[in-house]
């Protein structure tokens, strides 16, 4: 049997989504796990034979360490699902401990819900150069507008 805990890595977005689940709890002072208790989260994990592990936030492309967390879970041979609003620098990319997820599960919205066109931009750049390296992306579109537009590929 497959075990998974979610992590959340840090309470910071670089988004207010009105359909945030976490919305009530995000803070604009940035709060982060350490590196220390990712470790201690994952000796449990070890112990309790919980080898898979979803990153979280917040935004957990917003953590500082991203690149050494990733490192982390790939040397200790943790399985990981990275969940994402796709706002991330593209230097994210060329990570291989990043490119060595299960999946990313990335939501993508109508362009008109992201605060400018760049941010859309962004997203669906992010979203084709990891289709492209054969990322296994999944997309979510969160429904919460009365009469929502799906029109916008």
């Not at 990570?95 to 990335?106: I, M, R, S």
């Not at 750049?125 to 492209?132: E, L, R």
Request: some cysteine; proline content about 2%.
């Amino acid at each position: 049997m497959q075990h998974n805990i979610r992590i959340e890595i840090t309470n910071y977005c670089n988004k207010k989504c009105a359909y945030c689940f976490f919305k009530d709890l995000l803070s604009d002072k940035k709060e982060e796990l350490s590196l220390s208790e990712l470790n201690t989260i994952l000796d449990y994990c070890e112990k309790e034979n919980f080898y898979s592990v979803a990153l979280q936030g917040g935004e957990p492309t917003t953590h500082t360490q991203i690149d050494k967390i990733l490192n982390i879970l790939t040397s200790r041979k943790f399985r990981f699902i990275i969940f994402t609003n796709g706002i991330f620098d593209t230097r994210l990319l060329k990570n291989k401990d990043f490119a060595k997820a299960q999946y990313y599960l990335v939501n993508y919205n109508h362009p008109d819900t992201y605060d400018n066109i760049k941010e859309w931009d962004l997203v669906d750049k992010n979203i084709k150069q990891m289709i492209d390296k054969k990322m296994d992306v999944d997309l979510g579109y969160n429904l919460y507008e009365k009469n929502p537009d799906y029109v916008f590929y």
